[in-house]
């Protein structure tokens, strides 16, 4: 971890903090929301397709968010163990622009991009 992100470790963690929190009532709001928006009476062919996709919708993004709950909690954990702002890849330091901008950042740019070309690449046909 370089010197930058030493003085802002504060700051990080208050920003990892605060989207766990903001997350966790996102999800409990839309599963709320969910449970309470069964619409009663005939639904129409239209009607039915457009509650699956709605549904489908809401379960990609409750995941996403769930996703995104567990980067935080894997960051704040190296943050406590001390390994907080170093690339898990290539071990060099995350730079403090990256980490403002996703305090939950695992992967340098560079290893990012070197891993999201792998990842393009598997899922090509």
């Given at each position: 971890m370089d010197i930058d992100t030493q003085n802002h470790l504060k700051a990080l963690r208050?920003?990892?903090e605060y989207r766990l929190r903001d997350l966790r009532s996102e999800i409990r709001s839309e599963r709320s929301?969910?449970?309470g928006g069964a619409l009663?009476?005939?639904?129409?062919?239209?009607?039915?397709a457009e509650r699956v996709q709605a549904?489908?919708?809401a379960?990609?993004?409750?995941?996403?968010?769930?996703?995104?709950?567990?980067a935080i909690e894997r960051a704040?954990?190296?943050?406590?163990?001390?390994?907080?702002g170093d690339c898990l890849e290539c071990g060099e330091p995350i730079p403090l622009k990256r980490l403002l901008a996703q305090p939950a950042a695992?992967?340098?740019?560079v290893c990012q991009h070197t891993q999201e070309r792998k990842d393009?690449?598997?899922r090509a046909p």
């Open positions: 208050d920003l990892l929301a969910r449970r009663d009476g005939v639904l129409d062919m239209k009607d039915r549904s489908a919708l379960e990609s993004e409750e995941q996403r968010d769930w996703s995104e709950v567990a704040l954990r190296r943050l406590d163990l001390g390994g907080y695992e992967l340098c740019v393009a690449v598997a």
